[in-house]
T-cell receptor, first 118, second 112 residues
Framework: GAVVSQHPSRVICKSGTSVKIECRSLDFQATTMFWYRQFPKQSLMLMATSNEGSKATYEQGVEKDKFLINHASLTLSTLTVTSAHPEDSSFYIC??????????????FGPGTRLTVT | QQQVKQSPQSLIVQKGGISIINCAYENTAFDYFPWYQQFPGKGPALLIAIRPDVSEKKEGRFTISFNKSAKQFSLHIMDSQPGDSATYFCAASIRGNTPLVFGKGTRLSVIA
């Protein structure tokens, strides 16, 4: 149980275009989802916290107009990287918390999406 | 105060040996301490977690030791195997309501 999926797993796009990444909780309802980015050999950097039905809370230094987050349902959150540039190339990972299960503290991660902007 | 300091940065252990990774925190409000395992190109996977009401938790070859007074916790991997070679992250949060604060990670290599 507690599986989180991401789509796509890899995406290559041209500079200036927008890319949408989906994060789904497959077997539980996630009232809260998180988006992280990770550079090679570094730790996870929290970008934003997404609560179902409300606006995402962005971490300091993360441009909310560039990284659009939508948490439209209890099982789906999307991250759209708008007007992508090569410096946005990174590994994006989502995670979700299962509030309704017996382990409300635990956070489950998706497999990640490798974004390359050319 | 939100930091979690993790050491060592990298670790090489012989097959069959014990791998030990340490973390320290400052914020006494933290009450949930998980460890994650990450393989290259994959998302982190929850390995084991502990709450401060216990000093040790064991699951198979993995053990968390928790020292509340010292504000430290550690991961012990017994009988380390080459398949354990990965990056390990410690983390902490408050009542599960706040985002996880991650350590910088430890790259473990288990050699035969």
């Amino acid at each position: 149980g507690a599986v989180v999926s991401q789509h796509p797993s890899r995406v290559i796009c041209k500079s200036g275009t927008s890319v949408k990444i989906e994060c789904r909780s497959l077997d539980f309802q996630a009232t809260t989802m998180f988006w992280y980015r990770q550079f090679p050999k570094q730790s996870l950097m929290l970008m934003a916290t997404s609560n179902e039905g409300s606006k995402a809370t962005y971490e300091q230094g993360v441009e909310k107009d560039k990284f659009l987050i939508n948490h439209a349902s209890l099982t789906l959150s999307t991250l759209t990287v708008t007007s992508a540039h090569p410096e946005d190339s990174s590994f994006y990972i989502c995670s979700a918390r299962d509030r309704g299960g017996g382990r409300p503290y635990e956070q489950y991660f998706g497999p990640g999406t490798r974004l390359t902007v050319t | 105060q939100q930091q979690v300091k993790q050491s060592p940065q990298s670790l090489i252990v012989q097959k069959g040996g014990i791998s030990i990774i340490n973390c320290a925190y400052e914020n006494t409000a933290f009450d949930y301490f998980p460890w994650y395992q990450q393989f290259p190109g994959k998302g982190p996977a929850l390995l084991i977690a502990i709450r401060p009401d216990v000093s040790e938790k064991k699951e198979g070859r993995f053990t968390i030791s928790f020292n509340k007074s010292a504000k430290q916790f550690s991961l012990h991997i017994m009988d380390s195997q080459p398949g354990d070679s990965a990056t390990y992250f410690c983390a902490a949060s408050i009542r599960g309501n706040t985002p996880l604060v991650f350590g910088k990670g430890t790259r473990l290599s288990v050699i035969a």
